[in-house]
């Protein structure tokens, strides 16, 4: 296909990367993966780019794992189960290996997917979408797709506005009228590059800069030889400034609800930000629902308590107290007397025993 034709999502594999080891998220991160992290009561974050994947209409999925991925390994092989329902579909989990060609585990998020290259090979496609796995937000990649088909763009990055507080922890774009990539600075901290990288056309006057989402759209075969030429491992530092000084790079403009969930702070407000009367994010939505692990719970049992704005997930025992503000998680006991407020539960694995309870009651 050409780079002009009109693309469509059986033409497209979707990357998501979820080999980081997530030190800003310890310890939440301390037994698995970041994507493997819950969100939202009983989620995982890894569920969010898978969901909004399927959604799209992109059905092939290469999960790229490297750090503490068992539980991730887990949590994707038994929810994710493609049958007749979604033909010709499926999620391949690529882990980090070491082979006579590559010596080394991943070294970044451009050297996890150069390694990836020969597994996304056995599968004909004409574009590769490129996925973080522990983000929170909603988008049809499909528009996007429209968009990077449209400008006849050799790679289209997703970018959204910030402000200036946030802007020096993120990748920033410069752009002309048509939304061509002019330059990519990642994370920078100079007052001056920043000033230099502010006002993009048409940006609101309180959000001036343009950051990278870390989502990418490459056509297959810009992707192979951008890897092979690239001085480092990493998109944002290495693979992105240099390709804008040979290819065509468009920017997709995104201006809807997302977090980068890299630290406690912003996994604990993330979850918060659920319990609002309108939430900028939804899980329940159904037009475009986030799919997770059927555990075939029971109803959560609620005695004599007081409930004000609370995610209860499935299999929960709460007893003689008071939730305000609260996400618990799957199989979560609360014994009696308890006064819980702008908490997350993180659940358990497992349901104790009885004689589990009565140890730990000691």
């Given at each position: 296909?050409?780079?002009?034709?009109?693309?469509?999502?059986?033409?497209?594999?979707?990357?998501?990367?979820?080999?980081?080891?997530?030190?800003?998220?310890?310890?939440?991160?301390?037994?698995?993966?970041?994507?493997?992290?819950?969100?939202?009561?009983?989620?995982?974050?890894?569920?969010?780019?898978?969901?909004?994947?399927?959604?799209?209409?992109?059905?092939?999925?290469?999960?790229?794992?490297?750090?503490?991925?068992?539980?991730?390994?887990?949590?994707?092989?038994?929810?994710?189960?493609?049958?007749?329902?979604?033909?010709?579909?499926?999620?391949?989990?690529?882990?980090?290996?070491?082979?006579?060609?590559?010596?080394?585990?991943?070294?970044?998020?451009?050297?996890?997917?150069?390694?990836?290259?020969?597994?996304?090979?056995?599968?004909?496609?004409?574009?590769?979408?490129?996925?973080?796995?522990?983000?929170?937000?909603?988008?049809?990649?499909?528009?996007?797709?429209?968009?990077?088909?449209?400008?006849?763009?050799?790679?289209?990055?997703?970018?959204?506005?910030?402000?200036?507080?946030?802007?020096?922890?993120?990748?920033?774009?410069?752009?002309?009228?048509?939304?061509?990539?002019?330059?990519?600075?990642e994370k920078p901290k100079d007052p001056k590059i920043l000033e230099a990288l502010a006002a993009a056309p048409g940006l609101p006057s309180d959000r001036p800069f343009l950051a990278s989402m870390g989502i990418y759209i490459f056509r297959r075969e810009v992707l192979r030889d951008c890897l092979a030429k690239a001085q480092g491992d990493d998109f944002g530092k290495n693979v992105l400034p240099e390709a804008i000084r040979q290819r065509k790079v468009s920017a997709y403009l995104y201006d809807g609800y997302w977090e980068d969930i890299g630290t406690i702070g912003a996994f604990y407000r993330a979850n918060l930000d659920l319990l609002a009367p309108e939430p900028k994010f939804d899980f329940g939505l159904n037009v475009a629902p986030i799919y997770t692990r059927a555990r075939f719970l029971p109803g959560s049992v609620v005695e004599n308590s007081q409930v004000n704005r609370a995610i209860i997930s499935d299999g929960c025992t709460i007893l003689r107290s008071v939730l305000d503000d609260a996400v618990v998680g799957i199989r979560q006991r609360i014994g009696t007397e308890c006064k819980i407020r702008r908490s997350i539960l993180m659940g358990a694995d497992f349901f104790e025993t009885p004689i589990q309870r009565q140890e730990n009651a000691r």
């Amino acid at each position: 296909m050409s780079p002009t034709g009109n693309a469509n999502a059986d033409q497209v594999i979707t990357v998501i990367l979820g080999g980081g080891e997530g030190n800003r998220l310890f310890p939440l991160t301390r037994d698995r993966a970041k994507p493997a992290v819950p969100i939202g009561g009983k989620y995982r974050l890894v569920d969010i780019p898978i969901s909004l994947s399927l959604n799209s209409g992109i059905k092939r999925i290469f999960l790229l794992t490297q750090y503490l991925s068992s539980s991730l390994h887990r949590h994707v092989q038994q929810a994710y189960r493609f049958d007749d329902f979604i033909p010709r579909g499926f999620i391949e989990i690529v882990a980090a290996q070491k082979t006579r060609e590559a010596t080394q585990w991943f070294q970044g998020t451009a050297d996890a997917v150069r390694q990836g290259l020969v597994h996304f090979d056995n599968h004909p496609h004409e574009h590769v979408l490129i996925l973080s796995g522990d983000q929170l937000y909603r988008a049809d990649f499909r528009k996007m797709l429209e968009r990077h088909t449209s400008s006849e763009a050799d790679i289209t990055i997703a970018a959204l506005p910030v402000d200036r507080e946030s802007a020096p922890r993120l990748g920033l774009l410069r752009v002309d009228g048509q939304h061509r990539v002019t330059e990519f600075m990642e994370k920078p901290k100079d007052p001056k590059i920043l000033e230099a990288l502010a006002a993009a056309p048409g940006l609101p006057s309180d959000r001036p800069f343009l950051a990278s989402m870390g989502i990418y759209i490459f056509r297959r075969e810009v992707l192979r030889d951008c890897l092979a030429k690239a001085q480092g491992d990493d998109f944002g530092k290495n693979v992105l400034p240099e390709a804008i000084r040979q290819r065509k790079v468009s920017a997709y403009l995104y201006d809807g609800y997302w977090e980068d969930i890299g630290t406690i702070g912003a996994f604990y407000r993330a979850n918060l930000d659920l319990l609002a009367p309108e939430p900028k994010f939804d899980f329940g939505l159904n037009v475009a629902p986030i799919y997770t692990r059927a555990r075939f719970l029971p109803g959560s049992v609620v005695e004599n308590s007081q409930v004000n704005r609370a995610i209860i997930s499935d299999g929960c025992t709460i007893l003689r107290s008071v939730l305000d503000d609260a996400v618990v998680g799957i199989r979560q006991r609360i014994g009696t007397e308890c006064k819980i407020r702008r908490s997350i539960l993180m659940g358990a694995d497992f349901f104790e025993t009885p004689i589990q309870r009565q140890e730990n009651a000691r």
